[in-house]
């Protein structure tokens, strides 16, 4: 008789992959809307003009700008004025220090923060200065010069004191870009900083009563807690968060979360943060991986033979 | 009393008192096993494999889960995933042969369909294997409350809602399931005995029984011959091992099996390794949260058949269909009138009846993952009516069937 057994495992094959195409890659294209990479490009806002003086951008920064009247700049030690719990309660989030920011950040994006927050963050939807609803960023309206000139300088200034790009590593990535609303437990992070470990409990108690206040103040601004992103490299995958990343509004629209407006660079450091937390065994995985597969085949191959001997008299 | 005698060995010590000689021949060197069967009657050791699987990375899980509200999300996904040395591939291969064993039993139960494994005295494997798939169900439900993430949760609600009975508005009874008016500790507490002591008991006693349930029929085989066990055993006793229609199950079967296993077991690992999405749900990596309903609640791909023929209708027939389609399996020994036991493609209209089957289910399962709406719902309702309509049929179309 004609061996079947070819066509029978034809037959188990075809009908197995077509309820994975149907239950894994159709439906999650059905079920999720697909967004493209802009590449990090920002396309919306205008490209720098003029080029920007250090000097002056530093004079603007600490003076005229009036950047340090919430910002910190620990670079050039300018602490910052108040305790983020407190800041948080003043502004709803804590305003980040300006060391590297030149570094994390876009400078296009940058040029049109300073001139406009809540164009730049993509949140004029929630902050509409003609309806009373400002951002608690007051927008940049010149210091008397080419705004344009003045903007550059001040951006010029930023990226001078900043790390270079190619130092920004994945925890100053996160840190900056998305530390001070999100928390990530695994990693020990919370909106304050990093916890450490205090000896004694008071203290410990006392550092979560701060971080409980920030996220209270964060919580009224924000209109809920953001998440803890620990598993969210398994819960989202690396491509809705770095769409998300990169606009917001084009994943969830009418979020009240801003964009961020960091470099492709410090996107694809944020993302490797989030695997060192969520995914920390991948590379083992790929390790043994390897291992496994190799001693399967060793045994399936004797298996193979074992048969072959045992069915050589059954014949 | 038994009368001993100074043993001469330790096997022989051991036989005076536990007839060692006697169980090998009949679990294994003298249990028969016809010549005539394809790789597909490997699939019973392929399921007992992947349940010694499940069974071992469970057993290495348990002793780091914690089943609290509080801490079972972190312990699945900070102590086993980060912690714990390879934890991480304990719930890697738990999670997959979850999954993959649903395949399998798949695949095991059409077998058993196509070739007419479950008629003249096949009756009881048949349905101690239905029972058998109803405790892996409850054990992979049960299972997927634990890591007490978002579809823990919300698939625990949905699910147990739907003892409520509809218009009966049992919601006594559903509190009572829960132990609480909403999944909370003691839901999860409860569901976590369930899937480590009893639901796996009962398992062992039905694979017991389903093994035992094998012996006096014996295993079918692909042309439908009814073979003489004693006769052609006692051929291949008697040297002639190339004539005879049997062979030992131990180690002539058993050799074929571990190839088989061999082959299942690269797919298996491979999945393990490279490709466990599936297995394991991204919603179910967020933690819990009784506030924030997911976009999408679906069951994994195994239940989606099932939920679809919930799903089209309104709530009460709804609910009806759902049960039709978790007992109807059951009888279907008994609702198959036909007198031949060979494989569908000699038997007329159920060949037809059964590819259709086939088919119509990776349908449900496909529709049963997407929104309910639009063309998708539609397919769904008319084949969950479809679904419904072949096992009314049943009875009929092969009680004319003619005697092969």
């Not at chain 1, 103040?217 to 398994?234: E, N, Q, T, V």
């Not at chain 2, 059951?330 to 569908?344: E, G, I, K, M, Y």
């Not at chain 2, 397919?379 to 049929?393: H, Y």
Request: net charge neutral; proline share 5%.
């Amino acid at each position: 008789m004609k061996n079947k057994e070819p066509l029978i495992l034809a037959v188990v094959v075809v009908f197995s992959l077509i309820t994975y195409y149907l239950v894994e890659p159709f439906a999650h294209h059905v079920l999720h809307k697909h967004v493209e990479s802009e590449g990090f490009v920002y396309a919306d806002l205008p490209a720098l003009t003029k080029t920007g003086n250090v000097a002056n951008g530093k004079e603007l920064v600490m003076g005229a700008g009036a950047c340090t009247g919430c910002h910190a700049v620990e670079a050039v030690g300018m602490p910052a004025a108040m305790e983020p719990q407190m800041a948080a309660a003043s502004y709803g989030v804590n305003p980040p220090d300006l060391s590297n920011a030149g570094a994390i950040y876009d400078a296009k994006f940058l040029a049109d923060l300073i001139k406009n927050p809540a164009h730049a963050l993509k949140v004029a939807h929630k902050f509409d200065a003609t309806k009373g609803q400002a951002h608690p960023m007051a927008p940049f309206s010149g210091a008397g010069g080419d705004i344009e000139q003045e903007v550059a300088d001040m951006v010029a200034y930023l990226q001078s004191i900043a790390i270079k790009p190619e130092a920004v590593t994945p925890k100053i990535a996160f840190e900056n870009a998305c530390g001070r609303c999100h928390a990530l437990s695994y990693e020990k992070w919370t909106q304050l900083g990093e916890k450490p470990s205090f000896k004694y409990k008071k203290d410990a108690l006392a550092f979560d009563i701060k971080v409980l206040e920030y996220e209270d103040s964060l919580k009224a601004y924000m209109g809920k807690l953001p998440p803890d992103l620990s598993m969210y490299i398994r819960s989202r995958g690396e491509h809705f968060i770095s769409t998300l990343i990169e606009n917001p509004q084009n994943q969830l629209e009418g979020t009240a979360m801003p964009r961020v407006g960091v470099t492709a660079q410090t996107a694809e450091k944020v993302i490797e943060y989030l695997e060192d937390a969520g995914d920390t065994k991948r590379h083992e995985r790929e390790e043994i991986g390897k291992n496994v597969m190799i001693y399967i085949v060793i045994f399936a191959i004797f298996a193979l033979l074992w048969k072959k001997q045992v069915w050589k008299e059954l014949h | 009393m038994a009368h001993f005698t100074k043993a001469t060995s330790v096997k022989d010590w051991l036989n005076q008192r536990l007839a060692i000689d006697t169980i090998e021949k009949v679990m294994g060197s003298e249990y028969w096993i016809p010549k005539n069967i394809n790789f597909l009657w490997a699939m019973g050791m392929v399921l007992v494999i992947t349940f010694v699987l499940l069974l071992v990375s469970g057993i290495f899980l348990l002793m780091y889960y914690q089943p609290n509200i509080e801490t079972a999300f972190y312990s699945v996904n900070f102590t086993i995933m980060r912690d714990v040395d390879f934890g991480w591939l304990w719930r890697h291969v738990h999670g997959v042969a979850a999954s993959v064993v649903f395949l399998i039993i798949y695949i095991h139960m059409f077998t058993g369909i196509y070739y007419g494994s479950y008629k003249k005295g096949r009756e009881m494997i048949w349905i101690s294997g239905m029972l058998l798939f109803v405790a892996f169900s409850a054990e992979a439900f049960s299972g997927y409350m634990l890591p007490w993430g978002q579809m823990s949760y919300w698939a625990g609600m949905v699910i147990t809602n739907l003892f409520s009975g509809g218009s009966l508005h049992a919601d006594g009874l559903v509190e009572w399931i829960r132990g609480d008016y909403v999944p909370a500790q003691a839901f999860l507490t409860r569901f976590f005995m369930l899937h480590v002591l009893l639901i796996p008991l009962a398992i062992l006693g039905l694979i017991a029984l389903h093994f035992g349930s094998l012996r006096i029929p014996h295993v079918n085989n692909q042309d439908g011959e009814e073979i003489d066990f004693e006769k052609e055993s006692k051929r291949y006793l008697n040297g002639d091992k190339a004539g005879s229609k049997v062979m030992r199950f131990a180690n002539d079967f058993m050799s074929k099996d571990m190839m088989v296993v061999g082959v299942y077991l690269i797919f298996f690992f491979y999945l393990v390794f490279y490709n466990y999405g599936f297995a394991m749900d991204p919603v179910n990596f967020d933690p819990a949260d009784g506030l924030k309903t997911p976009a999408h609640i679906y069951p994994e791909w195994y239940f989606l058949w099932s939920y679809e023929i919930l799903r089209p209708f309104s709530v009460d027939i709804g609910l009806i269909a759902f049960g039709f389609a978790q007992v109807i399996f059951v009888l279907l020994p008994f609702l198959d009138r036909s007198p031949n036991t060979v494989a569908a493609n000699r038997r007329g209209l159920f060949r037809i009846w059964f590819w259709m089957m086939l088919i119509n289910m990776i349908i449900l399962t496909a529709m049963g993952k997407l929104p309910p709406s639009g063309i998708y719902s539609t397919i769904g309702f008319f084949a969950a009516i479809l679904f419904i309509a072949q096992w009314i049929a049943l009875p009929f179309i092969t009680m004319f069937e003619k005697k092969v």
